[in-house]
């Protein structure tokens, strides 16, 4: 079967961007960050990810699939803020 007809990669696209407009609404800035196929999540940053004032701190993934993730969102973190991996 055709993955992103059995997702509903459409449907899903407009999902994540209503998601990321509400979150916007609540006076959270929003950075985009480009997609990476390797890890299909990805696009849940805030798991990944947590930020506290100046500081991101980069949480280790459990699940093996999603361990690279971090390495993906670290150069835009770090140019954000100050970046603290918990490893």
Do not use: K, T
């Not at 997702?7 to 209503?18: M, N, S």
């Not at 999540?41 to 280790?60: M, N, Q, T, Y």
């Not at 999603?66 to 150069?75: D, I, S």
């Amino acid at each position: 079967p055709d993955r992103a007809a059995a997702i509903g990669v459409a449907l899903a696209r407009a999902q994540h961007a209503a998601y990321a407009e509400a979150v916007a609404g609540a006076g959270v800035e929003v950075i985009r960050v480009q997609p990476d196929d390797r890890y299909p999540d990805c696009c849940f940053v805030e798991d990944p990810v947590a930020v506290v004032g100046e500081v991101a701190l980069g949480l280790p993934m459990a699940a093996a699939s999603r361990r690279g993730e971090l390495a993906h969102l670290a150069p835009v973190m770090e140019r954000e803020r100050d970046l603290r991996r918990l490893d």
